[in-house]
Each structure stands twice: as structure tokens, then as C-alpha cells.
């Protein structure tokens, strides 16, 4: 029997296919259409609105391409937060290049690994960051550098991110054949346990994850958000900056998020959102310019990026009691939010980090048999979702491993209850093994943050002839208490059965952090092995 049907992909036009295009670029210029002159995006004294946004990132984008840029070409980006980092992201996403955001405090080894492993062929960085830019030139094949803003100003010849958009050019997007499959960014982990590993992700990824975020947060056009954290780090780009710039939302962006800097625009520019991970808030509690009468106009407090301590939630709702708290967990892999605890959700579980997000299907397997956990057990969470990356960029042995059995495997360890609630209880990488006893680093941490003099906490597995590896808290204590390791004890073993009491306490004034405020556990075991 002849059948003469076709499959819609192959009897769609390309004129159909380019109406039906949703990349990143086209929601761009959704926007601008929807949201013209309302103001989008402030750092500095510029001043965008979302139609300047799509004008200026598609002139940068024809002058990336002019300078010999190819579709699926890396463009690395070396910088802080700034608008002309926000523009070059987008031209690359208009240009059918490959953005891949650099942490601007990897120097060295770690900044050379970065770019070949990649295999970067442009480069814009930040002005203050050219000697370390220049000290490891020659062991890249980087062709084209430039700057994200500013050299121009200085009578600088190198390629300008930011004069780039700003010259007179095409304001239209280039006309490219392009698709919502098409890698669009190469999102490096954060390292915290490993080597960092390049994830893949494509428009499509992002766009789905966008539509959640505008959906499960709560954002909407007459939000006024401050954007502090890292744009190099997925959260702050693709939880929150993006999806503002999709809904008409006004962000007021910042390079360096320090206490001063944020409680004084929370309160002079009226801003209603902001995220922090909970070492941020932690610090913002703490400061002495904190004063919750100057931000009850605040209504949505995000947090995430890593475990937030109940007590620390707990003091966040008691001190502006007419915000909405909002736990985010997940990871550059699925772009990166995975779960979300609701405001109304909090009273009953402080502790939990909520449901999957409507996009995501999310499964407790034990790690070993990879057999569904029941409620209550603990075993490592697994995803199934089309926020997932393609694969961890030229490592396609991890990849197959991330990706075992059909599900990409978190290394996450947690548990279910019988709503469907999910809890974080540590990486799987930080739980401590002592005596055979496998202890979650969490469980030790939230009991030693009841403390009074406790300002931050990190518990980690130390090398142990007898206990395989001996629990270790580094505790910074607050302004004007002792550093007491008898008195945390005591306080300890009121709260911890005795094998997971810390064999060892050590005091430091600050824990090392990355500069998205991630804890770095990892450099703690090396410091104290």
C-alpha cells in the first residue's frame, strides 16, 4: 500500500519553520515589542529600555559576526555583572554563537583550562582582569580579544563589547538559520567537588526553564528586582535575570553584591525582589545596617544555590514577616532551578525545598540498585526534564554517566515524604563516612547553627586512622563572642546522637566561598586534610 504522508518535519517550509522559531533572540524580541519603553534593565547611569535591549544586542551581534565569528563559535565572557555583559550574552544567543560565562576569579590554570577546554575563540573580559587575561595569553588559542566595556574610553583599539552596541549598525537580527536545538551556552559547574565540567545547553532548555521560573516565582512586569549575584552563575542569569526581562519586569544590576551595596538599594530604589544564597543572607541579617523597617515593601525573598539553616529561614520570616520566602534548589545542569518551596508552604516545612517545577520529574533512587526509594528514605535525587543539558561539553564518558538508564543523576542526596515534599540532605560527595557510619554533614551543621555565637558553619570529613574519616566543624563565631569549641560541644551533644558529634572544631574568620557565595567544602578538606 503507498502512503504519501510526510512527516511534518519534513513538509514544514522554512517559512513556517522561521514563524515557529522560539529562540532565545525571538523571545527577545517578544519582549520589546510587548514591553517597548518601559525601563528594563539600570546599572550605572544607563539606563535600558527593552526596546534599547533588542536594538543594541542585535547591532553587537552583527559586529561579532563581522569580526569573523562563525555560528557554534565559543565567545567567552571574563567579567562582572554589567549591562554590557547582559547585551553580549544575548548577541551571542542572536549571532548563533556560543556563550560561555567565566567565574572572574579563576585565574591562572583554572582560567587556561577554561578557555581550551571550551575551546573559546573570543574572549571579552573585564578592563581590571587584562593582567590576568594577558598572563596566560599565550597558553590559549584564543584569537580575538576584546573588552566588555570601557577600553573605548580609553583610547583602546581591542574590539568593545559595549561600543559595539552602542555604534550606529543594523538594528534588526541577523538573518541566520537557526535553531531552538542549537547549543547556546556552555554553563561550567561550580567545582565545588570536583573539576568543573562544561554543560551543554540549548535554546530550547532555557526557554522551557524561563517559562517555569516566570511560573513557579511568581514574576511578574511590575516586580522591581535587584540583580547582585554573578551573572556567570546559572541562578542569578537564568532563574532571575532572564525571566525579568521576558516578563516587563525592572531589574538594577550590580558588579560587587557587599552588605552595604544591597541593603541601601533594597531600601533607596524600593525593590520588592532579591535572591541570595543563604550565605549572603546570612550576612545581610548580621550587618548592622540591617534594619528590617526600611524593607517591609520587600514581598518576594529568594533563596538557594545551596542549603539554607531552618534558623536562618526562621529569622528572615520574623524580620519581614510580609515577604514571600522562596527556596530554589537545583544545579547548572537542568539551568538550573529543579524544585521550588512556595511562600505558603514554608510554615509546615522550613526545611524542605519544595515540589518539582512543572517542567521536571524528579525520582529517589538509591544509588546503588537505582530502585525508587519509599517516603522517608534517603537516596539520590534524578531528574527527567527538557530543562536538562545536552551533555558536559567533549567529556562524553561523564556525560553517559550523568545520564544513566534515561535519567541524569544529581549527586544529590535526599528523601521524599508522602506529599511529595523533597529534602536536601548533602551532596553525596559531603557526607561523612566515620566508623562505617555514613553522616549527613547537614544534620551537624544545623544543630551547631542553634547556637548563639555560630555566624556561619561548615562540616566536612577529615582523614582518620580510626574513624575512616572524623567529623569536622569550621565554625566563624559572631562579632564579640568567644570562640568556645568546649561550649559548642556541650551544646552539640544536647542535640546530635554521639557518632555524629565533630571529633574536631576549628574556628576561622571566614569560610571560603565562590564568588556566587557557594561554599567551598572542597577547599576545606584540603586546607585541613
Not at 526545611?351 to 530502585?371: H, N
Request: net charge negative; proline share 5%.
Amino acid at each position: 500500500m503507498n502512503n504519501s504522508r510526510t512527516s511534518a518535519s519534513s513538509s514544514v517550509s522554512a517559512d513556517i519553520q522561521r514563524a515557529l522559531r522560539n529562540t532565545i533572540g525571538d523571545a527577545i524580541a517578544r519582549s520589546a515589542s510587548t514591553h517597548g519603553s518601559r525601563t528594563a534593565l539600570v546599572f550605572d547611569d544607563r539606563t535600558w529600555t527593552f526596546s534599547e535591549i533588542h536594538a543594541a544586542s542585535n547591532r553587537l551581534a552583527h559586529r561579532l559576526i563581522a569580526l569573523g565569528l562563525e555560528k557554534g563559535a565559543r565567545v567567552g565572557a571574563y567579567g562582572k555583572n554589567s549591562d554590557a555583559y547582559v547585551l553580549l550574552w544575548l548577541a551571542c544567543t542572536k549571532a548563533g554563537l556560543i556563550h560561555v560565562p567565566l567565574n572572574y576569579a579563576l585565574t591562572g590554570h583554572e582560567l587556561t583550562y577554561a578557555l581550551n577546554q571550551s575551546g573559546c575563540k573570543a574572549l571579552f573580559s573585564d578592563l581590571d582582569l587584562q593582567p590576568q587575561v594577558d598572563a596566560i595569553r599565550d597558553a590559549t588559542e584564543v584569537a580575538i580579544h576584546g573588552s566588555i566595556y570601557g577600553s573605548s574610553a580609553l583610547g583602546g583599539e581591542s574590539p568593545d563589547a559595549l561600543q559595539f552596541a552602542l555604534e550606529a549598525g543594523k538594528d534588526s537580527a541577523p538573518e541566520l538559520e537557526l535553531s531552538d536545538t542549537d547549543v547556546v551556552q556552555i554553563l561550567y559547574t561550580s567545582g565545588t567537588t570536583s573539576d568543573p565540567k562544561g554543560a551543554m545547553h540549548t535554546h530550547r532548555s532555557l526557554m522551557t526553564h524561563y517559562a517555569a521560573c516566570q511560573y513557579h516565582l511568581d514574576i511578574r512586569s511590575s516586580d522591581r528586582s535587584l540583580a547582585a549575584l554573578p551573572l556567570y552563575h546559572s541562578a542569578q542569569m537564568h532563574v532571575f535575570t532572564m525571566p525579568m526581562l521576558l516578563s516587563g519586569g525592572y531589574s538594577r544590576m550590580i558588579n560587587t553584591p557587599t552588605p552595604d551595596a544591597i541593603l541601601g538599594l533594597l531600601a533607596s530604589d524600593q525593590l520588592n525582589a532579591f535572591f541570595a544564597p543563604p550565605t549572603v543572607w546570612i550576612a545581610l541579617l548580621h550587618h548592622p545596617e540591617f534594619n528590617p523597617d526600611k524593607l517591609q515593601h520587600m514581598d518576594k525573598l529568594y533563596y538557594g544555590a545551596s542549603i539554607m539553616p531552618v534558623q536562618v529561614v526562621k529569622e528572615l520570616g520574623d524580620k519581614l514577616p510580609g515577604a514571600g520566602l522562596y527556596n530554589c534548589y537545583g544545579q547548572s545542569e537542568i539551568a538550573p532551578l529543579a524544585t521550588v518551596l512556595l511562600p505558603e508552604e514554608h510554615a509546615d516545612r522550613p526545611s524542605s525545598a519544595g515540589r518539582p517545577m512543572q517542567t521536571v520529574m524528579t525520582r529517589i533512587v538509591d544509588p546503588i540498585t537505582s530502585k525508587d526509594c519509599k517516603p522517608g528514605e534517603q537516596g539520590e535525587l534524578v531528574h527527567r526534564s527538557p530543562q536538562l543539558m545536552v551533555g558536559y561539553w567533549a567529556k562524553p564518558e561523564a556525560t553517559k554517566e550523568a545520564f544513566k538508564d534515561g535519567w541524569f543523576h544529581s549527586g544529590d542526596l535526599g528523601y521524599q515524604d508522602e506529599e511529595g515534599y523533597i529534602y536536601i540532605v548533602d551532596r553525596i560527595k559531603d557526607v561523612v563516612n566515620t566508623g562505617g557510619v555514613l553522616v549527613a554533614s547537614r544534620d551537624v551543621e544545623e544543630a551547631l547553627y542553634l547556637h548563639e555565637s555560630v555566624a556561619e558553619v561548615a562540616v566536612i570529613g577529615v582523614p582518620d586512622e580510626k574513624w575512616i574519616e572524623a567529623i569536622c566543624a569550621v565554625v566563624v563565631v559572631k562579632e564579640g563572642y568567644p570562640e568556645d569549641a568546649e561550649a559548642l560541644m556541650s551544646h552539640a551533644r544536647t542535640r546530635l546522637a554521639s557518632f555524629k558529634l565533630p571529633k574536631h572544631i576549628h574556628f576561622a574568620e571566614t569560610l571560603p566561598k565562590n564568588t556566587a557565595g557557594k561554599l567551598l567544602k572542597r577547599k576545606l578538606r584540603e586546607e585541613l586534610a
